[in-house]
């Protein structure tokens, strides 16, 4: 069983930064497997940024030179540094283990850009 431990969300203002922190606990081999999604009321949840198995990084168009997802190995630790945030940043942010159909999710961080 894996457990995932958010933090780092709230409220910033349009072209400032927020890092998000995720800590894996449990049955966890690697970062490899960790990413980054995000969710607004009554859309999908999609993909912000996560490691491929080959150990890249895929990003969402939309965050791409904007937000930087980076981690570590030894303690099973993934941040996903946001800066020159936009409003349409804003959404419930979940940190995930494994593919979206059978991993383990966070229980999401708010992040709001608003001036």
């Known amino acids: 069983q894996v457990q995932l431990v958010e933090s780092g969300g709230g409220l910033v203002q349009p072209g400032g930064s927020l890092r998000l922190s995720c800590q894996a606990s449990g049955r966890i081999f690697t970062i490899y497997s960790m990413g980054w999604y995000r969710q607004t009321l009554g859309n999908e949840r999609e993909l912000v940024a996560r490691?491929?198995?080959?150990?890249?990084?895929r990003y969402a168009d939309s965050v791409k030179g904007r937000f930087v997802l980076s981690g570590v190995n030894a303690n099973y630790t993934i941040f996903l540094q946001m800066n020159d945030m936009k409003s349409e940043d804003t959404a419930v942010y979940y940190c995930?283990?494994?593919?979206?159909?059978?991993?383990?999710w966070g229980q999401g961080t708010q992040v709001t850009v608003a001036s």
């Open positions: 995930l283990y494994g593919g979206t159909a059978f991993g383990t």
């Open positions: 490691f491929t198995n080959e150990g890249r990084i």
